[in-house]
Nanobody, 118 residues
Framework: QVQLVESGGGLVQPGGSLRLSCAASGSIVSIYGMGWYRQAPGKQRELVARITKYGATDYADSVKGRFTISRDNTKNTLYLQMNSLKLEDTAVYYC????????????WGQGTQVTVSS
């Protein structure tokens, strides 16, 4: 079993910054990729950013240039640095771990709330 625990969410004003962390633990044999997804009320879950074991990254157009994803391989911890936050960034952010390409080997965290408000 693999457990993912997110932290770092909270309330922030527009233009502010937050850094999310996701700690992976348990029976982790290998990791193909890790990423962040978010879901706002009434909307579908969407990709925010992801990074593969090769170091390749992918960002949603809406966050490109503002968010940075990184991973500490020695600690199995994923990070998301979020700068210049906007109201539309408000959502529950979920950590995702891919054991291999596809979705059958995916694990998900419980989510952490990010609220951007004046």
């Amino acid at each position: 079993q693999v457990q993912l625990v997110e932290s770092g969410g909270g309330l922030v004003q527009p233009g502010g910054s937050l850094r999310l962390s996701c700690a992976a633990s348990g029976s982790i044999v290998s990791i193909y990729g890790m990423g962040w997804y978010r879901q706002a009320p009434g909307k579908q879950r969407e990709l925010v950013a992801r990074i593969t074991k090769y170091g390749a990254t992918d960002y949603a157009d809406s966050v490109k240039g503002r968010f940075t994803i990184s991973r500490d391989n020695t600690k199995n911890t994923l990070y998301l640095q979020m700068n210049s936050l906007k109201l539309e960034d408000t959502a529950v952010y979920y950590c995702n771990l891919e054991r291999f390409p596809g979705n059958l080997g995916d694990y998900w965290g419980q989510g952490t709330q990010v609220t951007v408000s004046s």
